[in-house]
């Protein structure tokens, strides 16, 4: 069996799709390479491979025939490559600046074009390995474009246009690596919320050690005010938790013996003891961060449509210059220099830079936005996904509702009372895990009613069960079982179709003579349900329920919400058709649940989302989106998020390609220079990349 390894290189002077693509052909014909993904803002790139088969030699060596140098991957490098842009650009601009003082008037002297030419060099540094390589492909690239132009701009004897031209140009470079450097380490700060170190508890003395030294089992004392170092149970102590950075509630939460709480929370006003459940390096916000790093490596449609425009754009551009420099002079007798300054303008301002930027930087802010309000999208593609849904389909249990039934009416018969038929119910269920019995159990206790259980108990399943209590015989179970016992009258089969009629399930408890009584219990709605299922429907949203629920129960759900459709008492395999149905209706279709019984029907859907995946990593790896926290507030936060994402993505597609337009117009006009191109390439280009990082206030 082959092993394969996921590795991760840092390529240096990896800036556009157009050289993602040239790695990608250099390295998947390699024998042992499984996948290939970049991440363009990290400069980085993920290699698959079986790790006998491909060494770091063989990825440097793929990464060279493109033009490009890999190396394993340091957040070293990254701080060395951005400070040796900043180095080589002021050496540009300082060589350009020396060469237009020596130049003085007309002309330019020998020595001036050498300065200006070392100028070039060091504008085009990071380029020119880059354009050679795509000379080479005979593929013609953002970087060839430009060193085109510079030499063309050099040979009109133009220098002082070269120098710019290559200078602004790695300004524009420099700038951008920069300014979406801001939208990488929002991401990183993640994981600097949980702190490197902690106190753990050793027999009975405090002693600091690293986060990473803790294990599993361990206890660490979390002091008043400071961050939770790892995931863990609290054995001591009460208090109140701030865990937005997790899952994004905006108020603290309760906190006592056998909650538990997340990495990076922040504590309250009372220490407590915490049992640690898992090491730091797979906490639940090292899971979150390590998913959104993932998720940054997949393109999006919207990305993927603009590599193969820049694919088809690029030579479409090289084959007009050449025609605006070739036609005019030979067809009409125009002059050649004109025109073949013109052609090289185009060739600056067709450069597709602000294109190919601004919708990665436009993914990455939208995810890491995302994930600080405890939404965590699994994908570039899936944060684009929710704009476009046009129906969400939600599971009922625990997902509209809280998924913990609760008995709202107790109905005593044959003269017993409420507190005698609660004393029989639980004494029958007092050993019972089931959640029916826990909330017999609950309702016992708030109501004062001590349960002493009951002996001989007998689970019966699908039933119920039975045992004795004061030396009689009890039962407790279904209307089902009632029928079957034939202990039914018509008396209290209407008193239990009027409870089951308003969506109550109901518990019959009886004896060897008659029914004692009914307990209705209910899953309680959760109060912003139905506030959120009108936000859906006001952003266009058809909403509907799939539950494997009885229909009276489903309907009274669905009224109390504000839901018109509803597909009731379907088998999990039957969730999948009824999801299948919604799409064939509508095309783009979400389904809520909890991540793990409803996961057939959260895969096919367009796009699953689990509920309260927070520490949970079955209901994290299995739906695309995951709310962190239970709170279904974030649904329609998540629908507008991603059409605002969109709606940024689509302005700077716009903005990019209307300055382009503004200077092929002026090209043919006439006023446009190289060095003006330059500028406003450079500047549409940040203001891209700057726009986009508005998602990050989100």
Known sequence: MVKAARRLYRVEGMDCAEETSALRRELEPLSGVQSVSFDLLQGRMTVVADDEQVRDADVAAAAARAGLRAEPWTEAAGARRLHLRGTVLSAAGVLG??????????????????????????????????????????????NLLMCVAVAGAMALDEWFEAGTV?????????????????????????????????????????????????????RVLVKPGSRVPLDGTIVSGET????????????????????????????????????VDRPASNSTLAHIAR????????????????????????????????????????????????????????????????????????IVAGLTSAARHGVLVKSGRHLE??????????????????????????????????????????????????????????????RGVEAVAATNVRAVSGRGAEGSFDGRPFWVGSHRWLEERGRETEDVHARIEALSGAGRSVVVVGNDRHVCGL??????????????????????????????????????????????????????????????????????????????????????????????????????????????????QKLPWLVRHSRRTLGIIRQNVVASLAVKALFVVLTFAGPASLWSAIAADMGVSLAVVFNALRLLHD
Not at 258 to 269: C, E, I, P, R, T
Not at 291 to 309: N, T
Not at 328 to 334: A, N, V
């Open 166 to 218: 290559a200078a602004l140009f790695s300004l524009s470079l420099t700038l951008e690596a920069w300014s979406v450097g801001r939208a990488r380490r929002a991401i990183g700060t993640l994981l600097e919320l949980a702190p490197t170190e902690t106190t753990r508890l050793e027999g009975g003395r405090e002693v600091s050690v690293p986060v990473d030294q803790v294990r599993a089992g361990d």
């Open 97 to 142: 600046g020396l060469g237009l003082s020596l130049a003085g008037g007309p002309g330019v002297p020998l020595y001036a074009r050498g300065v200006y030419a070392l100028g070039v060099v060091a504008g085009l540094w990071q380029v020119l390995p880059k354009a050679l390589a795509a000379l080479r492909r005979l593929r013609p690239d953002m």
């Open 291 to 362: 998913l959104v790093e993932e998720a940054r490596e997949q393109s999006s449609s919207s990305e993927r449509w603009v590599e193969r425009f820049a694919r088809v754009y690029t030579p479409a551009v090289m084959l007009l210059a050449l025609l605006v420099m070739l036609l005019p002079p030979l067809l009409w007798g125009e002059p050649w220099g004109r025109w073949t300054y013109s052609a090289l303008v185009l060739l600056v301002i067709a450069c597709p830079c602000a294109l190919v930027i601004s919708t990665p930087v436009s």
């Open 519 to 632: 307990l209705a219990v209910a899953d309680e709605v959760r109060p912003d349900a139905a506030q959120v299922v009108a936000a859906l429907k006001q952003a266009g949203i058809v909403v509907a329920m799939v539950t494997g629920d009885n229909r009276p129960t489903a309907l009274a759900i669905a009224e109390a919400t504000g839901i018109d459709r509803v597909e009731a008492e379907v088998l999990p395999e039957e969730k999948v058709a009824a999801i299948a149905a919604l799409e064939e209706e509508y095309g783009c279709v979400g389904m809520v649940g909890d991540g793990v019984n409803d996961a057939p029907a959260l895969a096919r859907a367009t796009l699953g989302v689990a509920m309260g995946a927070a520490g949970t990593a079955v209901a994290i790896e299995t739906a695309d989106v995951a709310l962190m926290s239970d709170d279904l």
């Open 385 to 446: 996904t929710p704009a476009r849904l046009r129906a969400f389909a939600f599971d009922k249990t625990g997902t509209l509702t809280w998924g913990r039934p609760k008995v709202v009416e107790v109905v005593p018969l044959d003269g017993h009372t409420e507190e005698e038929l609660l004393a029989r119910a639980a004494a029958v269920e007092a050993r019972s895990e089931h959640p029916i019995a826990q909330a017999i159990l609950s309702a016992a206790e708030e």
């Open 240 to 275: 109140e938790v701030d865990q937005s950075p997790v899952t994004g509630e905006s108020l603290p939460v309760p906190k006592g013996p056998g909650d538990f709480l997340y990495a990076g929370s922040v504590n309250g006003s009372a220490a407590v003891e915490l049992a």
